[in-house]
């Protein structure tokens, strides 16, 4: 559940709709300022030029990062074709132009090599770390950034829209952990023979979050330091929500707490639980031949 604790110790998630133009660093100090939360994290970057869902975990819900940072996400977004830049968006130099404008047709049958696991080499402006360091501060300090390719997961990926007139495409796509959309655009303009970069980017889903449960930076400083704040959160559990429930007596709970597992034959499958006492959320945990073993306890 979302609840505010002694001392603003708020549990919780709060779902941002990001502007463009600010980072997912600066929504979190917002987010701080207004809340006056002591713990604080974002469930995975947002760059300026994007928009839209970026989950921010308050308090204990910051112990499911982990399985919002690894969970399926949806964007729209929009190439522009014949010019590319060395960031792969509008926000780079461009590095190319005279690239040739395909025809939506040539466009909606390429897509289905783009999607199921794909190989993709991250954009030079990236977070990635090459020897220690960001990526995009390499590129930044004008060093050469190679980075190698990885697999990704394209779930689906759809031609939305064909603007011949504005030599522009609009595409949704959904997909799994690490992948660049940036990138993705890029090699789509690659695979045609041509070049391109993105000017509009928007996440519309991550995990279970969508723009429906999203607030605007506005309606958080609306909000302000009011016990109003708390009523927009969302609970701690709504990262989990594809982990069964196991619900556990105060007896077993006292052992989680102490950090030790014990024997239940509830547990009627291997695998990862939420565990619950009452409506409060206890823990994650692990559970193998009918012994739970604690992952992460939560303090509520």
């Known amino acids: 559940m979302a609840r505010k604790r002694k001392g603003n110790k708020i549990d919780g998630w709060l779902i941002i709709d990001k502007p463009l133009g600010i980072s997912s660093a600066k929504v979190v100090g917002a987010v701080k300022f207004h ?40 964007y729209a977004f929009t190439v522009q074709w014949g ?109 045609l023979g041509t070049c391109a970069h993105i000017t509009v980017l928007r996440r519309l889903r991550v995990g279970p979050f969508t723009l429906n449960k999203a607030i605007s930076l506005e309606k958080l400083e609306e909000l302000g330091h009011s016990a109003r704040a708390v009523e927009a959160l969302l609970p701690v559990t709504t990262a989990l929500d594809d982990i069964p429930v196991l619900a556990v007596t105060e007896t077993e709970a006292q052992e989680i707490r102490f950090g030790r597992s014990f024997q239940t034959s509830k547990a009627k499958r291997d695998g990862t639980y939420v565990l619950m006492v009452g409506d409060t959320p206890l823990a994650i945990a692990e559970a193998s031949d009918e012994l739970v073993r604690p992952l992460r306890v939560f303090n509520m």
């Open 35 to 74: 809340t006056k939360a002591q713990k604080v994290g974002h469930g995975g970057t947002l760059d300026p030029l994007a928009s839209g869902i970026l989950p921010i975990g308050l308090g204990e819900a910051t112990k499911t990062m982990p399985y919002i940072v690894d969970a399926s996400k949806e």
């Open 83 to 191: 010019t590319a830049t060395d960031s792969d968006d509008k926000e780079g130099e461009v590095i190319e132009t005279g690239g040739r404008t395909p025809s939506k047709e040539e466009v909606e049958n390429l897509l289905p090599q783009f999607t199921g696991s794909i190989e993709q080499v991250p954009p030079a402006y990236s977070a990635i770390k090459v020897d220690g360091q960001r990526a995009y501060k390499l590129a930044r300090d004008g060093e050469k950034v190679e980075l190698k390719a990885r697999t990704v997961e394209i779930q689906s990926l759809k031609l939305t829209d064909f603007d011949e007139k504005a030599n522009e495409a609009s595409f949704h796509v959904t997909c799994g952990k690490g992948t660049y959309v940036r990138s993705l655009g890029r090699d789509i303009a690659k695979a």
